[in-house]
C-alpha cells in the first residue's frame, strides 16, 4: 500500500498526502491573489483621496473592477477550498474524495480567474465587480467567472464526499466536529450561490456574444445578489468556524454548548442569504413586502445566529481561561490572553471587528427607510471592509500563521513581523471601514472616481468634513495594505525560507486517534451552565455592550434620516 497519511508531530494532525498538496496549492493561489487585490485596493484608495487621485477615469475603473473580483471572489474561495479540504480529509483523519477531480477544480478555478484577470486588463470589461446589465463586459469576462465557479462547484461535491467516505470508514465518533458542521454550512450555501451565479451568468455570457438579445436588468440585479451576497455569507459561516478552531487551538477551548452552536449555523443555511435584498431596496420593481420580510422578519434570524456565535466564541475562550486560574474580576482572561500570538489577536480583531463594525452596520443597512439614506454612498464599500476584510480575511490570516507552519514543516519566520501583522491590518482596515462610512453617511458616492466632480456641467460639494474622511481612509488604507504585505511576507517567506522542522515522513496506515491541539480542535463536549449560572460573566458585559452599541446606532440613524426628510 503506499505510504499517503502523516501524523505532524507539532500539531497532532493527520495528513492525507493528496489532500495536503491540494491544501497547498489552494492556500498559495490564495495568497498570490490577496496580495494582487491588496495592491488594487491601494490604488482605490489613493485615487479616491482628493489631495492624491492618483489614477484617471479609465484606469480607475479598470482598478475597482480587478479590486471586486479578485478580492470579493478569487481569494476568498481559493482559501475556503483549502479550508473545506482541511475541515474534511485532516480533522476527521480521512482520504480526500477523489483528489484528481481535485486537480481540476484547482485548474479550472486558475484558469477562469486568469481570463477574468485578462478581459479586466484588456480594458473592454470595467463593469465593476457587480458588472449590471445593459453594461456589456467582453464574454471572456462572463466565461472566466463561469470557469471559476464550476472549479468551487466540484471542490464543494469533493468536501461532501469526503464527508461521506468519512462515516463510511468510520474514521471519527458521534457527529462530526462543529468546526467540520460549519465548513458544511459554508459548503451549502457555496452550492445555492454557485447556482444562482449559473442561472445569471451563463445567460448573460449568451447575451454578451450575440445569442441572447437581451437581458432583462431587474432579473439581472436580483438573481447575481444571490450570487455576489451570498458568496460573502459563505464567508461568514467559514470564519466563524475559524473562530471556533482557533479558540480550541490556542485555549483547547471547548463550545459552550455544541447544539446551539450548531443550530445557530443551520439557521445560516435557512436565512442568511435573503440578506441579499437589501442591496435591492431602491429598486422600484419589487414589492415593499417583499424587501420588509426578507430585511427584517427573516434576515433577523440570521443575526441571531451571528450573536449567539458572537457570545459563545469568547465565552468559550473566557472559561478555558478562568479554568487556568485567570478568574480575577470580569477581564483578567481578556487582559492575561496572548495577544502576542498573532493566531489568536488575528482571531479576536476579527471577532470584534465583524461584530462591531460589519455586523452592526450590515443589519442597519438592512433597514429599508435608512438603506435610502446610504444606498449607492462609500458607506457600502465602508460595510464590505468591516465584513469580508476585517472579519473574514483577518481570520484567514490568523489560522494561515498557525496551519502554514504545519503544512510545509518550517519555522514561521520574522516572529515579531508576524505579531504585529494583524494589528496593522487590523486596525487600518477597521479605520477604513469608519472612514467610508462616515463619507457615505455624508453622502459620498460609490463608485464616481472624483469626489469633487471637476468639469462636470454643475457645481457640487460634499461638506468639509466628507473631504477629511476620504483622505483619511486613503492613509488608512497605506497601513492596511502594509499589514497585508507583511503577511504576504511572513507566508511566502516561510515556505521558502523558513527553518526546516524535520523530515516529512508517509506511512501506509492511518493512525487511530488526533492527539496535542487536534485532540480540541476536532473533539466534542459542553462547558454547560452549570448551578452557578452563566460561566462567562465578562463575555456577557461584552455583548450587552454591544447590544447597547448598536441599539444607539440604529436610532442615530433614524434620528439622521428625520433630519433629512423633513416636513412642514
Known amino acids: 500500500m503506499k505510504p499517503e497519511f502523516r501524523t505532524c508531530p507539532d500539531s497532532g494532525l493527520v495528513f492525507h498526502r493528496p489532500a495536503e498538496n491540494l491544501i497547498k496549492a489552494n492556500a498559495i493561489a490564495a495568497t498570490i491573489f490577496l496580495a494582487v487585490g491588496g495592491l488594487l485596493g491601494l490604488l482605490v484608495a489613493l485615487t479616491r483621496w482628493p489631495a492624491v487621485q492618483l489614477l484617471d477615469a479609465a484606469h480607475f475603473y479598470t482598478v475597482l473592477t480587478g479590486h471586486g473580483v479578485v478580492l470579493l471572489l478569487v481569494w476568498i474561495l481559493f482559501f475556503e477550498m483549502a479550508l473545506l479540504y482541511f475541515c474534511s480529509a485532516v480533522l476527521l483523519r480521512s482520504r480526500l474524495a477523489t483528489p484528481r477531480m481535485g486537480w481540476l477544480a484547482f485548474g479550472l478555478m486558475l484558469v477562469g480567474a486568469s481570463i477574468t484577470a485578462v478581459a479586466i486588463l484588456q480594458g473592454g470589461s470595467s463593469v465593476m465587480m457587480t458588472s449590471y446589465v445593459p453594461m456589456p463586459a467582453a464574454p471572456h469576462f462572463y466565461l472566466g467567472l463561469i470557469l471559476f465557479a464550476v472549479g468551487a462547484l466540484i471542490g464543494t461535491f469533493i468536501f461532501f464526499g469526503t464527508l461521506v467516505i468519512a462515516r463510511d470508514e468510520?474514521?471519527?465518533e458521534?457527529?462530526?466536529?462543529?468546526?467540520?458542521f460549519g465548513a458544511l454550512t459554508a459548503a451549502i450555501i457555496a452550492v445555492f450561490t454557485i447556482a444562482c451565479g449559473a442561472i445569471i451568468l451563463i445567460p448573460t455570457f449568451l447575451w454578451s456574444i450575440g445569442y441572447i438579445s437581451e437581458i432583462d436588468a431587474l432579473m439581472y440585479r436580483l438573481i447575481w445578489w444571490g450570487m455576489g451576497h451570498s458568496s460573502q455569507q459563505i464567508n461568514v459561516?467559514?470564519?466563524?468556524?475559524?473562530w471556533y478552531a482557533i479558540a480550541a487551538i490556542v485555549f483547547g477551548a471547548r463550545p459552550m454548548s455544541e447544539k446551539v452552536s450548531r443550530g445557530a449555523f443551520f439557521l445560516y443555511i435557512l436565512f442568511i442569504s435573503i440578506a441579499s435584498a437589501h442591496h435591492l431596496l431602491g429598486d422600484p420593481g419589487l414589492s415593499t413586502e417583499w424587501k420588509i420580510f426578507n430585511t427584517s422578519y427573516a434576515m433577523y434570524l440570521a443575526v441571531?445566529?451571528?450573536?449567539?456565535?458572537?457570545?459563545?466564541?469568547?465565552?468559550?475562550?473566557?472559561?478555558?481561561?478562568?479554568?487556568k486560574g485567570h478568574n480575577k474580576?470580569?477581564?483578567e482572561w481578556l487582559r492575561k490572553a496572548p495577544w502576542g500570538n498573532p493566531v489568536f489577536s488575528g482571531m479576536f480583531l476579527s471577532l470584534?471587528?465583524?461584530?462591531?463594525?460589519?455586523g452592526i452596520s450590515g443589519v442597519v443597512m438592512g433597514a429599508e427607510q435608512i438603506n435610502f439614506l446610504i444606498h449607492n454612498t462609500i458607506y457600502v464599500p465602508g460595510h464590505f471592509h468591516g465584513t469580508v476584510a476585517l472579519g473574514t480575511t483577518l481570520a484567514f490570516m490568523a489560522l494561515s500563521l498557525w496551519l502554514v507552519p504545519i503544512l510545509f514543516r518550517r519555522e514561521l519566520i520574522w516572529p515579531k513581523l508576524a505579531m504585529w501583522q494583524p494589528w496593522l491590518f487590523g486596525i487600518g482596515t477597521a479605520l477604513q471601514a469608519f472612514f467610508m462610512m462616515g463619507a457615505g453617511t455624508l453622502g459620498v458616492s460609490r463608485r464616481h472616481w472624483d469626489m469633487a466632480f471637476a468639469g462636470s456641467a454643475f457645481e457640487w460639494a460634499y461638506p468639509g468634513m466628507a473631504y477629511t474622511m476620504m483622505a483619511l481612509n486613503g492613509i488608512s488604507a497605506i497601513m492596511a495594505v502594509a499589514g497585508g504585505a507583511a503577511f504576504v511576507i511572513v507566508i511566502v517567506g516561510t515556505i521558502?525560507?523558513?527553518?526546516?522542522?524535520?523530515?516529512?515522513?508517509y506511512s501506509a496506515t492511518r493512525p487511530e486517534m488526533l492527539r496535542g491541539p487536534a485532540a480540541s480542535l476536532s473533539g466534542h463536549g459542553n462547558i454547560g451552565l452549570g448551578a452557578k449560572g452563566f460561566?462567562?460573566?465578562?463575555?456577557?458585559?461584552?455583548?450587552m455592550f454591544l447590544l447597547l452599541v448598536f441599539v444607539v446606532y440604529y436610532f442615530v440613524n433614524y434620528g439622521y434620516l428625520a433630519s433629512v426628510w423633513k416636513f412642514s
Open 352 to 358: 470584534v471587528g465583524f461584530g462591531f463594525i460589519g
Open 174 to 180: 458521534g457527529s462530526i466536529p462543529l468546526v467540520t
Open 329 to 331: 474580576g470580569l477581564f
Open 496 to 505: 521558502f525560507f523558513g527553518k526546516r522542522k524535520g523530515a516529512i515522513e
Open 237 to 242: 459561516a467559514a470564519h466563524v468556524a475559524v
Open 170 to 172: 468510520r474514521t471519527y
Open 304 to 323: 441571531l445566529a451571528s450573536l449567539v456565535h458572537g457570545l459563545t466564541v469568547p465565552g468559550s475562550i473566557e472559561v478555558a481561561q478562568r479554568e
Open 535 to 543: 460561566p462567562a460573566p465578562g463575555t456577557f458585559v461584552l455583548a
